[in-house]
């Protein structure tokens, strides 16, 4: 939330306009993924709601936007969720306003066990199935909480494109995935019996 001075559109000089500190933020927040957070890990900040006033000629008091971010690591998030606050309250200053910054936490990063994903893949590819290690996500799962207790792995199945995505109301990918997934669910089943710690090996933690 940005706080300034509101007033007049005709009177700019007697204001301290929240609307362009809070545009100068979301430009200044792009550099949190290219300057703050090792590129190679990544990082996603996106500002996705912007609100502020009423009527076309009146320049507001307030303006607010939110949005997500998303890290891999919980040491990266701690250093992105401190970069956003310096940046806003940094650049609301400059523009003779304040900043107030608030986090909601949501789900914690995603960590697939090793031992389940190479026991796993070479079961769907005898099942048939291609296999790509290669595709990385930084969407949000409650999924991340039960790996965080426990050993857990998370596969993404196919359904082709003829539908939309996952966030399309006309997403209904057909009979014939439903063995797909059965067969992932499988393979996971396979892959943990197989990798079954013995009882004297300590069950590993959750990220730290």
């Given at each position: 939330?940005?706080?300034?001075?509101?007033?007049?559109?005709?009177?700019?000089?007697?204001?301290?306009?929240?609307?362009?500190?809070?545009?100068?933020?979301?430009?200044?927040?792009?550099?949190?993924?290219?300057?703050?957070?090792?590129?190679?890990?990544?990082?996603?900040?996106?500002?996705?709601?912007?609100?502020?006033?009423?009527?076309?000629?009146?320049?507001?008091?307030?303006?607010?936007?939110?949005?997500?971010?998303?890290?891999?690591?919980?040491?990266?998030?701690?250093?992105?969720?401190?970069?956003?606050?310096?940046?806003?309250?940094?650049?609301?200053?400059?523009?003779?306003?304040?900043?107030?910054?608030?986090?909601?936490?949501?789900?914690?990063?995603?960590?697939?066990?090793?031992?389940?994903?190479?026991?796993?893949?070479?079961?769907?590819?005898?099942?048939?199935?291609?296999?790509?290690?290669?595709?990385?996500?930084?969407?949000?799962?409650?999924?991340?909480?039960?790996?965080?207790?426990m050993r857990g792995l998370m596969l993404f199945v196919g359904t082709g494109t003829a539908t939309g995505g996952l966030h399309d109301s006309s997403y209904l990918p057909g009979d014939e995935y439903v063995g797909l997934v059965a067969?992932?669910?499988?393979?996971?089943?396979?892959?943990?019996?197989?990798?079954?710690?013995?009882?004297?090996?300590?069950?590993?933690?959750?990220?730290?």
């Amino acid at each position: 939330v940005v706080r300034g001075r509101g007033g007049h559109s005709g009177y700019p000089h007697t204001v301290d306009d929240s609307v362009l500190a809070l545009s100068s933020i979301v430009v200044a927040l792009q550099q949190v993924s290219s300057r703050r957070i090792d590129p190679v890990v990544g990082v996603v900040c996106m500002v996705n709601q912007i609100r502020a006033g009423s009527a076309d000629n009146v320049v507001p008091e307030r303006a607010s936007a939110s949005g997500t971010c998303r890290t891999r690591t919980p040491a990266d998030r701690e250093t992105a969720l401190t970069a956003i606050r310096e940046i806003a309250g940094h650049v609301a200053a400059a523009h003779g306003c304040s900043a107030e910054v608030t986090f909601e936490e949501c789900e914690p990063p995603l960590h697939n066990d090793a031992d389940l994903a190479v026991t796993a893949f070479p079961l769907l590819a005898e099942m048939g199935h291609r296999v790509s290690s290669e595709f990385r996500s930084f969407g949000g799962d409650d999924f991340s909480h039960y790996c965080a207790a426990m050993r857990g792995l998370m596969l993404f199945v196919g359904t082709g494109t003829a539908t939309g995505g996952l966030h399309d109301s006309s997403y209904l990918p057909g009979d014939e995935y439903v063995g797909l997934v059965a067969d992932a669910l499988i393979a996971g089943y396979c892959a943990a019996a197989l990798t079954r710690p013995r009882a004297d090996q300590a069950m590993p933690s959750g990220p730290s």
